[in-house]
């Protein structure tokens, strides 16, 4: 079974600009998680899409946005980019809620000039 | 366990020997936990998990214990190797499947 899968892998963007990110959950997981990864911060959750609709978003400004797709591939979207978004963006998939673990995939790597 | 940023810490151990690896959280409430891990370049691998109506499970080379009274976790590793090394988190859903990640332990194995 195929893991996660995050493209790109690697961007490279100037201030002011706006980005997509993609994420292919596992095949079957309808619920797909979005965090970001810092240095300084650690592992921080954005938001978390279930059937199409956003059911749980953490504390980031409105800059930071999602989607789900029927298909639960999903989209996040970060506008007017600033230097302090540079960050590892990681997609996680699982089948629902409840006891079950997410997968991660490996990640976009975001570099803000 | 929050993540703050930081320094983390490192758990340096000799090939062959068994490593542990502790996380503390805070929520009592707490019913679920998962260890990942963490390679260079890589986003984190689910390794184990447990509830909360447990004390231990072990998987292969692995065993997680739970110690509700002091709220406190361990990961041990048996036999560690050279390709144990990475960083290793702890989580838990806060709410939902809204994880909340310790700050991570970089553990080196040394041959």
């Known amino acids: 079974k195929a893991g996660v899968t995050q493209t790109p892998r690697y961007l490279i963007k100037t201030r002011g600009q706006q980005v997509t990110l993609s994420c292919s959950p596992i095949?079957?997981?309808?619920?797909v998680s979005w965090y970001q990864q810092t240095p300084g911060q650690g592992l921080q959750f954005l938001f978390e899409?279930?059937?199409?609709?956003?059911?749980n978003k953490g504390n980031f400004p409105g800059r930071f946005s999602g989607r789900q797709f029927s298909n639960s591939r999903s989209e996040m979207n970060v506008s007017t980019l600033e230097l302090g978004d540079s960050a590892l963006y990681l997609c996680?998939?699982?089948?629902?809620?409840?006891?079950?673990?997410?997968?991660f995939g490996d990640g976009t790597r975001l570099s803000i000039l | 366990g929050e993540s703050v940023g930081l320094h983390l810490p490192t758990l340096s151990v000799q090939e062959g020997d068994n490593s542990i690896i502790n996380c503390a959280y805070s929520n009592s409430a707490s019913d679920y936990f998962i260890w990942y891990k963490q390679e260079s370049g890589k986003g984190p691998q689910f390794i184990i998990d447990i509830r909360s109506n447990m004390d231990k499970r072990q998987g292969q080379r692995v065993t997680v214990l739970l110690n509700k009274t002091v709220k406190h976790l361990s990961l041990q590793i048996a036999a560690t190797q050279p390709g144990d090394s990475a960083v290793y988190f702890c989580a838990e859903p806060e709410y939902g499947n809204k994880l909340v990640f310790g700050a991570g332990t970089i553990l080196r194995v040394k041959s």
């Open positions: 095949s079957g997981h309808r619920s």
């Open positions: 899409y279930f059937s199409e609709t956003q059911r």
């Open positions: 996680a998939s699982s089948l629902g809620t409840g006891y079950q673990p997410q997968h």
